[in-house]
């Protein structure tokens, strides 16, 4: 045995480290994290690009720590925002343990797929590389064996693991695989600790998720969330002011809706999943912003936290 920073007594067999987790956007990344935590701590909808950054999910037991890193979908980009989370997810293939690639084997593959291959071919340093091939259970039994096959085959060294991330099959099968190729080594953060994203980052990717779930298609990838107050009010919780901000004025009286509706259905699936997150009751209070062709504006990215730098040689 030997002693941690924490002042616990962790096995000489502890293994630890880091684990990737990419692929194109909707292809289930963030559900599947959240269901290994066996709590919500990333946003989830049904539309693409429902995460914007890279955000560690922290799975601690007796015998291994596995940090996730949940990364935007890789894709066709736009317009700058969505250079930003290319970027995004490419950097969190630097110094990581294990890089967990996951398909969408109900769709079947995009050429999206074939790009983050070739990405990943590049890769001078590559680490372990694994497959986990989403969606099983939407694919009918006959079909099963030529989707897998046809997944398989985008990258035949790399091992596979065919699962649904929703129901849960196949889940433990990838877990284990991913722990034995984890180094042996002390946990590197504290078994209590679940995400490196504060409450307030978590909040504001909640609200944008309720965006996703309520608005038209024309709307909700223009959205963004900006937290400007989050108090604790002691036994009666917390209070959020939060802006949503949108790209047209149009747009905007869509979000508020009639007589305020969409814009209350809004903030009511938002605040039920902020209490479920924190264990508190919350009062939510939310207003729409204007902020034209944000997604295209530097400087508005700068203002919310998005910066574009240029690409770094991969190593």
């Not at 693409?48 to 291994?64: N, V």
């Not at 259970?137 to 046809?150: M, N, W």
């Not at 149009?250 to 969409?262: D, F, L, N, R, T």
């Amino acid at each position: 045995m030997l002693s941690s920073d924490y002042g616990t007594l962790i096995p000489m067999t502890y293994h630890s480290g880091f684990v990737a987790v990419i692929g194109r956007p909707n292809v289930g990344k963030s559900t599947l994290i959240n269901a290994f935590l066996g709590q919500k701590v990333a946003a989830v909808s049904p539309r693409a690009q429902t995460t914007r950054r890279r955000q560690m999910g922290i799975l601690t037991t007796d015998t291994y720590q596995i940090v996730f890193v949940d990364t935007p979908g890789l894709h066709q980009a736009r317009h700058k925002l969505g250079e930003y989370l290319n970027q995004e997810a490419e950097e969190a293939l630097n110094g990581v343990d294990v890089i967990l690639w996951m398909l969408d084997a109900a769709a079947g593959l995009h050429e999206e797929d074939r790009q983050i291959a070739a990405l990943l071919a590049q890769m001078r340093k590559r680490p372990p590389l694994m497959l986990a091939l989403n969606k099983i259970d939407l694919i009918p039994a006959e079909q099963l064996p030529a989707e897998l096959q046809a997944c398989a085959e985008l990258f035949p060294e790399a091992e596979y693991f065919p699962l649904s991330a929703a129901n849960g099959k196949g889940r433990e099968q990838l877990l284990q695989a991913l722990v034995s190729k984890l180094p042996e080594r002390p946990p590197e953060f504290d078994e209590e600790q679940i995400t490196d994203f504060y409450e307030r980052e978590i909040a504001a990717d909640l609200i944008r998720e309720a965006c996703l779930l309520h608005l038209r298609d024309e709307v909700p990838h223009g959205v963004n969330i900006r937290i400007d107050e989050f108090t604790e009010r002691g036994e009666r919780g917390a209070y959020i002011a939060a802006t949503v901000f949108v790209e047209r004025e149009s747009h905007k009286g869509i979000v508020i809706g009639e007589a305020g509706a969409m814009l209350k259905k809004i903030g009511s699936t938002a605040r039920t999943e902020i209490e479920a997150m924190s264990g508190r009751r919350v009062f939510l209070e939310l207003r729409v912003k204007v902020e034209k062709d944000w997604r295209d504006d530097e400087n508005a990215l700068r203002r919310f936290g998005y910066k574009i730098e240029k690409k770094k040689k991969r190593k």
